[in-house]
């Protein structure tokens, strides 16, 4: 498939009311596509993230409630589009150690459910989510895509997975699929179980002290921006059938680092403490993760556009505006 516009395009989206979810979702609308959006059902009737898009844009958007974990709701949610984004996941580490069967029930199931469908009802293209998670600590640096993949998390091998399912039905039965690998994608709206939000809500609450896992880990943070335009353009691309791609900034850092650079964000300087509560078991810990963009660059023509520094004020503000929403005092699993 290979669209230059989106105008008119049908398309399918879950875990839209997500963080990266909600982003891509008003970007499609932003760009005249028909946009079917799956958020996961609750009693509240509340569409996560997407409960925030300006009026305008909303109406272009098609809400769906429901769960991965039902094969006939994806169904419907799949019928009649030409491009699905597949993003639904659960995607917290800390929880996957409690709940893993969860984690399996649906990353991996419900990505079946999607593949199924999708093939099923001929879809022009598949972009399923995968995540820097996969390949552990790095063997070597920086991280290309023929990395080897290893579980050092309940939820790293459900992706790890839910990765070889949509390979397995690109070989097998000629689905146009395609992985899109992000690196540490950080901004506006990201949860409180991710470090750069718990940092900077920390900071500005007025915390005395800064209380992280460890400190030493490398990653490297991918501005929400980008990771979407990477999405828009692997689906995009005749180029991306049937293979796998990193999207990452290439550039290092570590958590103690990046810490630092949002305390000068927010302008306070505060003690960091190790809370031993958020440290991973030392199996599990990924320390570091630096990504190989080259394939990106080649095959799709994308490159990240946004600084670490630039990225990271605009979070901050978002932050800073959204305060209540973090519980900065609580650790968040």
Same mark, same amino acid.
């Given at each position: 498939?290979?669209?230059?516009?989106?105008?008119?395009?049908?398309?399918?989206?879950?875990?839209?009311?997500?963080?990266?979810?909600?982003?891509?979702?008003?970007?499609?609308?932003?760009?005249?596509?028909?946009?079917?959006?799956?958020?996961?059902?609750?009693?509240?009737?509340?569409?996560?993230?997407?409960?925030?898009?300006?009026?305008?844009?909303?109406?272009?958007?098609?809400?769906? +409630?429901?769960?991965?974990?039902? /094969?006939?709701?994806?169904?419907?949610?799949? #019928? =009649?589009?030409? &491009? @699905?984004?597949?993003?639904?996941?659960?995607?917290?580490?800390?929880?996957?150690?409690?709940?893993?069967?969860?984690?399996?029930?649906?990353?991996?199931?419900?990505?079946?459910?999607?593949?199924?469908?999708?093939?099923?009802?001929?879809?022009?293209?598949?972009?399923?989510?995968?995540?820097?998670?996969?390949?552990?600590?790095?063997?070597?640096?920086?991280?290309?895509?023929?990395?080897?993949?290893?579980?050092?998390?309940?939820?790293?091998?459900?992706?790890?997975?839910?990765?070889?399912?949509?390979?397995?039905?690109?070989?097998?039965?000629?689905?146009?699929?395609?992985?899109?690998?992000?690196?540490?994608?950080?901004?506006?709206?990201? +949860?409180?179980?991710?470090?750069? /939000?718990?940092?900077?809500?920390?900071?500005? #609450? =007025?915390?005395? &002290? @800064?209380?992280?896992?460890?400190?030493?880990?490398?990653?490297?943070?991918?501005?929400?921006?980008?990771?979407?335009?990477?999405?828009?353009?692997?689906?995009?691309?005749?180029?991306?059938?049937?293979?796998?791609?990193?999207?990452?900034?290439?550039?290092?850092?570590?958590?103690?680092?990046?810490?630092?650079?949002?305390?000068?964000?927010?302008?306070?300087?505060?003690?960091?403490?190790?809370?031993?509560?958020?440290?991973?078991?030392?199996?599990?810990?990924?320390?570091?993760?630096?990504?190989?963009?080259?394939?990106?660059?080649?095959?799709?023509?994308?490159?990240?556009?946004?600084?670490?520094?630039?990225?990271?004020?605009?979070?901050?503000?978002?932050?800073?505006?959204?305060?209540?929403?973090?519980?900065?005092?609580?650790?968040?699993?």
């Amino acid at each position: 498939m290979n669209m230059k516009s989106w105008k008119g395009v049908r398309v399918a989206v879950t875990g839209a009311g997500g963080f990266i979810g909600s982003h891509l979702t008003e970007e499609l609308a932003r760009r005249g596509a028909a946009v079917r959006a799956l958020v996961r059902y609750n009693s509240r009737t509340h569409w996560g993230f997407l409960e925030r898009t300006e009026p305008a844009l909303a109406r272009r958007i098609d809400v769906l +409630s429901g769960d991965l974990t039902d /094969p006939y709701l994806i169904d419907k949610l799949v #019928a =009649g589009n030409e &491009v @699905v984004f597949h993003l639904g996941a659960l995607i917290a580490i800390p929880y996957s150690y409690q709940a893993p069967a969860q984690y399996v029930e649906t990353n991996v199931k419900g990505t079946l459910h999607v593949l199924e469908a999708s093939l099923r009802h001929k879809v022009k293209k598949v972009v399923h989510t995968s995540t820097s998670e996969v390949y552990g600590t790095a063997l070597y640096a920086p991280i290309d895509e023929k990395h080897p993949r290893q579980g050092q998390s309940p939820y790293s091998a459900t992706k790890i997975g839910a990765d070889a399912l949509v390979e397995s039905f690109h070989r097998s039965f000629g689905l146009p699929t395609a992985i899109a690998r992000p690196f540490n994608t950080y901004g506006p709206r990201q +949860s409180a179980r991710a470090v750069i /939000p718990t940092i900077a809500s920390q900071i500005l #609450a =007025g915390s005395p &002290v @800064v209380r992280v896992g460890s400190v030493s880990p490398v990653r490297d943070f991918n501005f929400v921006a980008d990771t979407v335009e990477g999405f828009l353009a692997i689906a995009g691309s005749p180029s991306a059938v049937g293979t796998d791609i990193n999207l990452g900034s290439g550039r290092a850092v570590t958590i103690g680092e990046t810490a630092h650079l949002l305390m000068k964000l927010c302008g306070r300087t505060v003690p960091i403490a190790t809370d031993r509560a958020r440290i991973r078991p030392r199996k599990s810990e990924v320390l570091r993760l630096i990504c190989d963009n080259r394939k990106a660059r080649r095959l799709i023509g994308w490159r990240p556009l946004w600084t670490l520094e630039k990225g990271l004020a605009a979070t901050v503000d978002y932050v800073r505006s959204h305060l209540d929403d973090y519980k900065p005092a609580r650790y968040n699993v």
